[in-house]
């Protein structure tokens, strides 16, 4: 049974830092592209960035770049989302999702190429 499980939301001050873990069991990584994705109540879920299963390659939403990163380890099967400088408008639930390495690119926001999901997660930014 495959399953990815994320970990460290939370609640933090604006400015703060949180990192986000997506671990995964019943596959290998090695095969994936992995994406963070948020939805807040009300708007589309948004693609937040996405990295390769192989080179390092990665794509961010203009709302983070520069603020969040994200990384892998294969080895631990699991994918990281280093956020910094955080802004309330962060608050919101995020997913992790996998993505066939053959798909990955830039059309890494279409949802219809990903095949598994995990619960999601809060994270809210408040002071």
């Known amino acids: 049974q495959v399953q990815l499980v994320e970990s460290g939301g939370g609640l933090v001050q604006p400015g703060g830092s949180l990192r986000l873990s997506c671990a995964a069991s019943?596959?290998?990584?090695?095969?994936?592209?992995i994406t963070w994705f948020r939805q807040a109540p009300g708007k589309e879920r948004e693609g937040v960035s996405c990295?390769?299963?192989?080179?390092?390659?990665?794509y961010y939403a203009d709302s983070v770049q520069g603020r969040f990163t994200i990384s892998r380890d294969n080895a631990k099967n699991t994918v990281y989302l280093q956020m910094d400088s955080m802004k309330p408008e962060d608050t919101t639930v995020y997913y992790c999702?996998?993505?066939?390495?053959?798909?990955?690119?830039?059309?890494?926001?279409?949802?219809?190429?990903?095949?598994?999901w995990g619960q999601g997660i809060q994270v809210t930014v408040s002071s």
């Open positions: 990295i390769s299963n192989s080179d390092g390659s990665t």
């Open positions: 019943g596959l290998s990584l090695d095969y994936y592209a």
């Open positions: 999702a996998t993505l066939p390495a053959l798909v990955f690119g830039s059309n890494w926001r279409y949802e219809i190429n990903y095949n598994y």
